[in-house]
């Protein structure tokens, strides 16, 4: 079945720890993106990649790293640098507007839930 | 910079009635798509329903429907003969539609709850 994987689903690290998130999409979508959700905050944009090899911040980007080295994969690391890390961690994907696809749907994975000891 | 705001941060409706969830968004662009979706408690997020700003029609997907107020910048959900299946967060959302970025900008939620 097409979809997105999210792995782990759950997650607990030390304090100063780097930590890896997966995505992975077999929806051969173009774009993809990460997004953190906290209580009562919604969902704010981390990171996005519309393409293999580029990717640009979003609105909360300061602690986070990605990489796009394949359409398939684009995995979200957790910095130490980033002070509150606790939190839902959703990816997504979707076909880019410019090659094409008009729908503008996201199509989201499961989620990781992080928690910082 | 485009902001979404669902005012309603809980509500609850009795299994087979209808809802209303609110959501307003401020923007100045012309070319916008507007989007509902739903989070069950299983967490996967789905799209509910959505919205082109140059269509007046406004968008049903069978129980769930829009009411679009462009000129208010208004864009509420409409759950009919509301099921247990329908507990959930929901959130509005909003992308600009001239490609680019295709950022959507989410609403905070609003948590529904159906009773039986």
């Known amino acids: ?117 | 910079a485009q902001t979404v705001t669902q005012s309603q941060p809980e509500m609850s409706v009795q299994e087979a009635e209808t809802v209303t969830l609110s959501c307003t968004y401020d923007t100045s662009e012309s070319n916008y798509y507007l989007f509902w979706y739903k989070q069950p408690p299983s967490r996967q997020m789905i799209l509910v329903i959505r919205q082109e700003a140059y269509k007046q029609q406004n968008a049903t997907e069978n129980r769930f429907s829009v009411n679009f107020q462009k000129a208010a910048k208004s864009f509420s959900l409409k759950i009919s003969d509301s099921q247990l299946g329908d507990t959930a967060m929901y959130f509005c959302a909003f992308m600009k539609g001239q490609g680019g970025s295709e950022k959507l900008v989410f609403g905070k939620g609003t948590k529904l709850t159906v009773n039986p």
């Open chain 1, 1 to 117: 079945d097409g979809g997105i994987t999210q792995s782990p689903k759950y997650l607990f690290r030390k304090e100063g720890q780097n930590v890896t998130l997966s995505c992975e999409q077999n929806l051969n979508h173009d774009a993809m993106y990460w997004y953190r959700q906290d209580p009562g905050q919604g969902l704010r944009l981390i990171y996005y990649s519309q393409i293999v090899n580029d990717f640009q911040k979003g609105d909360i980007a300061e602690g986070y790293s990605v990489s796009r080295e394949k359409k398939e994969s684009f995995p979200l690391t957790v910095t130490s640098a980033q002070k509150n890390p606790t939190a839902f961690y959703l990816c997504a994907s979707s076909i880019d507007l410019r090659t094409g696809g008009n729908t503008g749907e996201l199509f989201f994975g499961e989620g990781s839930r992080l928690t910082v000891l």
